[in-house]
């Protein structure tokens, strides 16, 4: 039996996360602002880790970085996902969570914790070829 349209090999339907209120309000609002109205929010986490890691601050970014991944994970468990099987960058809303993956990986390696990198980087291509691609992982 082959796996359905959209699953991965293993037949693992993909995971696709509900619309992110945060989404609209970063496009008008400063990234702390919003993380105190939507502190459970990957994307603005990602977008705050991003930030440090552009200023070189990568002690704070592995901190936004960490908190936007956890805050990614309870989202994904709660739509479904078992700690496997696709979470698709072309669907808008994954995309928090995947950048705090990739920023998470990055931060690590900026502060020498290879193994958290490594583990990162792993779960990212796991997760979507498309996402590591595209954030150069």
Do not use: K
């Amino acid at each position: 039996m082959s796996p359905g349209p959209g699953s991965d090999l293993l037949g693992i339907p993909p995971t696709r996360l509900p619309e992110d209120p945060a989404a609209a309000a970063l496009a008008e609002q400063d990234p702390r602002t919003v993380a105190t109205a939507y502190p459970a929010s990957s994307l603005v986490w990602a977008v705050l880790a991003e930030q440090a890691l552009a200023t070189e601050d990568p002690v704070t970014s592995y901190a936004f970085a960490r908190t936007g991944y956890h805050r990614g994970l309870d989202s994904l468990r709660r739509a479904g996902w078992r700690g496997q099987g696709p979470v698709p960058w072309e669907h808008g809303p994954n995309q928090g969570f995947l950048r705090a993956l990739a920023a998470l990986a990055r931060a690590a390696d900026a502060i020498g914790e290879e193994e958290e990198r490594a583990r990162c980087t792993e779960l990212l291509r796991a997760s979507s070829t498309e996402a590591a691609r595209e954030l150069g992982l």
